[in-house]
């Protein structure tokens, strides 16, 4: 999918007092211009893991946060393969660009850092990168979870309860498992133990070509009983006392870029 980019690979982005991009894959800054965010005002660019459906704008955008590399800004979160490199992975992110931000950090499952007013918690995953991190988000606006690319494990659901928002990395639909990700039966068993108020769906690959995001979305909620919608690129949600869903009306094109900054 990363090739094909029918469901695209930008990441997402988090605005809670700071601006916060996660996992900027193939096509994250023309993304970000296409859908009217500006790249120029990032805070922080996370990388979870290092492959590069997950990194490989990083680099471009830690070019965005610095002010085109021309002031010493902002953090770069990432894992320690994406940071410094762990046998045949990475690192994701070359030491020149990382000599240019404010700050780098190298998160662990079970470590925190603060960004702003938004504390990010590294998750334990199971993936073929060891130093996969999910990530907890504590904001004002209360506790946001994802999972990371990462295969199911006993223990995965319990640490995301509190969340209010869940974002899952579902790389394929029904039951249709394979190693190190997580399919849509996973998704349901997850949200019955989490029981957030809404579920985002994303990440998802070639199979779901098949069964479209929207049915599996609908089936997901169906037998977890929590509301899930697919993370279609443009998808934005608005986390107050009640959590709004506005979805794009189409799929954004080149027509509508707008040069941001
Ligand atoms: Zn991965």
Redesign the pocket.
């Known amino acids: 999918m990363t090739v094909d980019q029918r469901f695209r690979t930008g990441g997402f982005r988090i605005h809670a007092g700071a601006k916060i991009h996660v996992d900027p894959g193939p096509g994250a800054l023309l993304l970000s211009h296409l859908h009217d965010l500006n790249p120029l005002d990032l805070d922080c660019v996370v990388v979870t ?1 290092c ?1 590069p ?2 990194y490989c704008d990083a680099e471009v955008l830690t070019e965005a946060m610095t002010k085109r590399m021309t002031q010493r800004r902002g953090v770069l979160v990432g894992s320690e393969s994406v940071i410094r490199g762990r046998e045949k992975w990475g690192p994701a992110v070359s030491p020149y660009h990382q000599s240019k931000v404010g700050e780098v950090v190298c998160l662990r499952p079970g470590e925190t850092c603060e960004i702003g007013e938004v504390k990010l918690e590294g998750t334990p995953t199971k ?3 060891p130093t ?1 991190f999910g990530i907890k988000f504590h904001t004002s606006a209360g506790l946001v979870g994802y999972t990371g ?1 990462t295969e199911y494990f006993e223990e995965l659901p319990e640490y995301f309860k509190g969340s209010r928002v869940l974002i899952i990395n579902v790389t394929r639909p029904q039951n249709r498992r394979i190693r ?1 990700h997580l399919c849509s039966d996973d998704a349901i068993d997850i949200l019955k133990r989490v029981e957030p108020e809404l579920a985002v769906m994303i990440h998802m690959g070639m199979l779901f070509l098949r069964n479209p995001p929207d049915e599996e979305a609908a089936r997901i909620e169906r037998e977890s009983g929590i509301r899930t919608v697919p993370g279609y690129p443009g998808t934005r949600l608005t986390i107050g006392k009640e959590i709004s869903v506005a979805r794009p009306l189409k799929q954004a094109t080149l027509g509508d870029f707008k040069l941001n900054g």
């Open positions: 893991h492959h459906d997950h993936h073929s990168d996969t690319d190190w």
